[in-house]
């Protein structure tokens, strides 16, 4: 099995993502990330932007951007797929069911239209609560596909 540690830093930085994302705080849930993000290696670099254009994906949806809003949720998804089930603690497989249910009926419309009002409740980040607390928290590392 091939694993990468997560460490301290990061484990913070995921819970306060989560806690924003959680609260419908999409632009502070993606600026949280963004640091870790520019200074992380593979696999965390690409898993650190998927989560980011998950939250920016819902930012734009909420500020009715059709066009960011479609965008972004299928960039995360592309970016995300290769960590599921789980990496981090995040929940990536029924974080990427969620969104992918949510911004559904916006990505089955035309180009160009805002996204319509919400039918289901808001995507949560699915991370476990207890994620990264031991220290040299050990987690398999993604194949990516060929």
């Known amino acids: 099995m091939n694993t990468t540690t997560m460490n301290d830093g990061l484990a913070d930085e995921l819970r306060r993502w989560a806690a924003h994302m959680d609260q419908r705080e999409y632009f502070a849930a993606h600026e949280v990330l963004e640091g870790a993000w520019l200074s992380a290696r593979e696999p965390d670099k690409t898993f650190l932007k998927g989560l980011i254009h998950a939250a920016v994906a819902l930012y734009q949806y909420q500020r009715r951007n059709g066009h960011g809003a479609r965008v972004k949720a299928l960039s995360c998804t592309r970016y995300l ?66």
């Open 81 to 146: 797929s290769p960590y599921r089930p789980e990496y981090h603690g995040v929940a990536v497989a029924a974080l990427l069911e969620e969104l992918t249910q949510f911004v559904g009926a916006h990505l089955r419309q035309p180009r160009g239209l805002p996204p319509p009002d919400p039918k289901l409740p808001w995507p949560r980040s699915h991370l476990d609560p207890g994620a990264g607390r031991a220290k040299g928290h050990a987690v398999e590392v993604p194949r990516r596909a060929a």
